[in-house]
């Protein structure tokens, strides 16, 4: 396995993720300016996981389409979804910048539904995916792991619009916060489901690479839910400075955290 496949496949679903934790906040005046960095940001991590896609295929890949016939094939890993995406996501921005949210958010539905194309292609790494039952929770742990670190780094960024923009609602800092604790819980759940009903992952995951999985729970389970509950008391508190403070943090624990996930995923073949 080669790191940069690890790379490629982390930025293809956080750029999906990063489209997705717009949806909740696509009509909120609040987060207009933030839709529009964030959707560079998704261009940024489209195209970084598309330059990277050929380079990161090894030996157990050979099989797949290389050069222009990976653009052109829906088999491999699907690296024009990502291209799609990107131009979405540029799409995105530049109607949240002329007043056309309409067009906008046909353009973010879109570039998610791309993006979530690129999940599957990403999914199709594990030897498991053979399986359409295994290949179905690979794809729903791609697009959690995606959302809950795009979610994450989405309201630390907006908690920043907070601090430069003085009266802003809380809502849509309120509303990004209940986006990521839905998708966490759900990861949360999704991992504890895999570690009881998938046949040999207990003993993986528990036994063999134990260091890698204690890792991964502790920055990306506990750390980010510890550091949630404190800042929903600090926006309760309308303390949006200590609010972005924590999230900044939680930012950082979830990359270490969806990085060891991705790991484990491309190591094994287990969705983690």
Do not use: C
């Amino acid at each position: 396995m080669r790191l940069s496949l690890v790379f490629q496949v982390f930025l293809a679903r956080m750029a999906f993720g990063t489209l997705v934790a717009l949806l909740p906040l696509a009509g909120l005046r609040a987060a207009q300016r933030h839709v529009r960095f964030e959707a560079v940001l998704a261009f940024v991590l489209a195209i970084g996981a598309a330059a990277l896609y050929a380079g990161s295929l090894g030996p157990a890949q050979a099989a797949w389409p290389q050069g222009a016939a990976a653009w052109t094939s829906l088999e491999g890993g699907i690296p024009t979804a990502l291209a799609l995406l990107a131009v979405a996501a540029l799409v995105v921005n530049f109607a949240y910048g002329t007043f056309r949210r309409r067009l906008g958010r046909v353009a973010l539905v879109l570039g998610a539904l791309f993006g979530a194309v690129a999940v599957f292609g990403t999914a199709r790494f594990s030897p498991f995916a053979a399986d359409p039952g295994a290949l179905a929770v690979l794809v729903l742990s791609g697009m959690l792991g995606g959302m809950l670190m795009a979610g994450i780094n989405d309201a630390m960024v907006l908690g920043h619009f907070y601090l430069m923009i003085k009266g802003l609602p809380l809502l849509a800092l309120k509303r990004a916060g209940r986006f990521v604790a839905a998708v966490l819980v759900a990861r949360m759940l999704l991992f504890g489901l895999v570690l009881w009903q998938w046949e040999g992952a207990s003993e993986i995951l528990l036994e063999r690479e134990l260091i890698w999985t204690a890792w991964r729970v502790m920055f990306g389970f506990v750390g980010p839910l510890v550091l949630l509950f404190m800042v929903k008391d600090t926006v309760r508190l309308k303390h949006t400075q200590a609010a972005t403070g924590l999230l900044y943090v939680a930012v950082a624990f979830a990359l270490m955290g969806e990085l060891a996930a991705v790991y484990l995923e491309m190591h094994t073949g287990l969705p983690a």
